[in-house]
């Protein structure tokens, strides 16, 4: 049982320094971005470009899918069509059953963490080993991901180091990277040599080829891939691109975008599948097609989950990816979640501060910040609301349309003991509801900003 987004991101905010330390950690990738942007210099029209071929893509998906499926399968790929979690859960059991496969060794896929793949396959009595490394920490630490590209930039490398030493028996308070790279290594190369399947997760569908894209930083796909004689790519079926020349664009994007590297250290191209081994790719929708279908939210089927809106998003970098409760946190996330449960996750929308940071970094130009707002717009008419902050609301734009009422209420809130007003406001503040157990109401001024203002003024 994996522990709850509330445990975890309860732990994060208000066990330790971890908010500053993640904010530094994140904020470092945004800036071994900038300078990969710099290195080129038609940046801006390849994001243009990108969101172009997206669209395109998508407006002619029947099209684009059937292809890929006719190439796949003259390829001797076998492909299957998954409508949503359920079956693509079934299927990928299906397979693994009919291949005598009992243990799996899987490599990152956001697609079947959406999908609650591993749950369900342990349950079914299968043995699952999570490959990347990030993935296989939080897996050992029954928790989830926290971030799309990095999984664990939660942790710091002495719990790693904790972790693995619970697990897997390593030194006790060993948190020297390298070390602990090279156990995890030595292990999951038993895992690979021991497993009977591979799975893996993909960035990017060809078309005109019939392939799939596996873009990863540690080779365990290709570990799994080249060792296996079963094999699974679970594809959602946004990732296609029409054809090499597209995929180029998006190669180029990809990591620079999401860590900072001008290419992914391997770019593994799957296409058919080796003598006396069966390959299957699982395409699948789970509400895609909803997303696509309402004009309004189209273009967040572009995104290309490289993670970059995370790396800068100011709330993302304090508050943990595990504030998000929803598989893909972070502005695209919260853009996403409303699709999977409008209920459940109509606080998402409202996790942001609409500074438009995601906006600018997204190599696909998808208008974040202006699709969080149309949700909160909706959110708010379509669901049920809470009655204190609909009052607090409704309290407050009284008091910030009269100038008169506004210096009234700040003068009495400057003589209020904050504790009070700390304990007092803690309850309005609905969104990221555990994030805000570690908040601290800032020292309230002794006097307004229009009086100091007037007051230097008139000393200078
Ligand atoms: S929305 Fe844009 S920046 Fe965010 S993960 Fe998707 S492609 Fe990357």
Redesign the pocket.
Known sequence: MKGTHANLSKDFITGSDKTDWHNNALWFLRAKRDIQRDTIEDWEKLRSTAAAIKDHTLSRLPEYLQTFEENAVKNGMQVHWAWDDKELREITAKILKDNNARSVVKSKSMLTEECGLNPYLEQEGFEVVDTDLGERIVQLRKEHPSH??VPAIHLKKEEVSDTFHEKMNTEKGNASPDYLASVAREALRKDFMKADAAITGVNFGVAEAGAVVVCTNEGNADMGVHSKKTVIHCMGMEKLVPGYDELAVFTRLLAR??TGQPVTVFTSHYRKPRPETTEHIIIVNNKRTDIFADPEFRQ?M?????????N?CPVYRRSGGHSYHHT?P???GS?LAPFYGKEKNKDLPFASTLCGS?NN??????D?AGLLYRWRQKLTDETSSDMSKKIGMEVGSKILKSRKKYDLAGSVFRWVPKGLLQSGLNPWNVHLPDGRKGRVFPEVPKESFRQWYKKNQEDS
């Open positions: 799309i590209v975008s999401a967040a572009r995104c290309i989950r490289c993670g970059a809106c995370m800068t893909v972070g502005p695209i853009v995601c970094v997204c190599p696909v130009k998808i974040l």
